[in-house]
T-cell receptor, first 115, second 114 residues
């Protein structure tokens, strides 16, 4: 069975500081991995995805994530936080070659950006 | 272009009542998913449609939950005899290419059972 663990339900950074949101996955087959962002009262928006091509994936809004198979991790980073980055971030996994492509989500990390 | 839309945005109902939640996917998307997001949790998979058929309903919590997609476009999630534990945000997503895994989410329907 697949699962995702997001360490840190709340992360607070100062504007301009590095953002690091952690995600570890468990999967018995090569996974597809995703980061979604959810702004208040809005739907989930895809930030980036890993589908077995380059291990360093660049997404929207300056975010990137690196797939590390040896560590079963897919941490999300951004060099310099903006106030507009304040939102909830979800890591998700699906099974490559699976029958449904359903997403298994972590419990989310709420990012606060302090001025 | 238009994204995934869901109606109503909010629904308050009494325990024991029946509710229907509607999802309009992006035009041309053959795959449609329903998820449920409880407070403080990530979304949890409920059901997946490929075209008109439910290809995977393993996430439906019990037989009070049912979903249809009769023409392969709009989908309706139906909940009978609602319980307070059903209170959550119900999210719909659609996808053009199943294998890519890129699902586009609607804004959700917030269901409150009193």
């Amino acid at each position: 069975a697949q699962s995702v663990t997001q360490l840190g339900s709340h992360v607070s950074v100062s504007e301009g500081a590095l953002v690091l949101l952690r995600c570890n996955y468990s999967s018995s087959v090569p996974p597809y991995l995703f980061w979604y962002v959810q702004y208040p009262n809005q739907g989930l928006q895809l930030l980036l995805k890993y589908t077995s091509a380059a291990t360093l994936v660049k997404g929207i809004n300056g975010f990137e994530a690196e797939f590390k198979k040896s560590e079963t991790s897919f941490h999300l980073t951004k060099p310099s936080a903006h106030m507009s980055d304040a939102a909830e971030y979800f890591c998700a996994v699906s099974e490559s070659g699976g029958a449904t492509n359903k997403l298994i989500f972590g419990t989310g990390t709420l990012l606060a950006v302090q001025p | 272009g238009a994204g995934v839309s869901q109606t109503p945005s909010n629904k308050v109902t009494e325990k024991g009542k029946y509710v229907e939640l509607r999802c309009d996917p992006i035009s041309g998307h053959t795959a449609l998913y329903w998820y449920r997001q409880s407070l403080g949790q990530g979304p949890e998979f409920l059901i997946y449609f490929q075209g008109t058929g439910a290809a995977d309903d393993s996430g439906l919590p019990n037989d009070r939950f049912f979903a249809v997609r009769p023409e392969g476009s709009v989908s309706t999630l139906k909940i009978q005899r609602t319980e307070r534990g059903d209170s959550a945000v119900y999210l719909c997503a659609s996808s053009l290419m199943r294998e890519s895994g890129e699902q586009y989410f609607g804004p959700g329907t917030r269901l409150t059972v009193t």
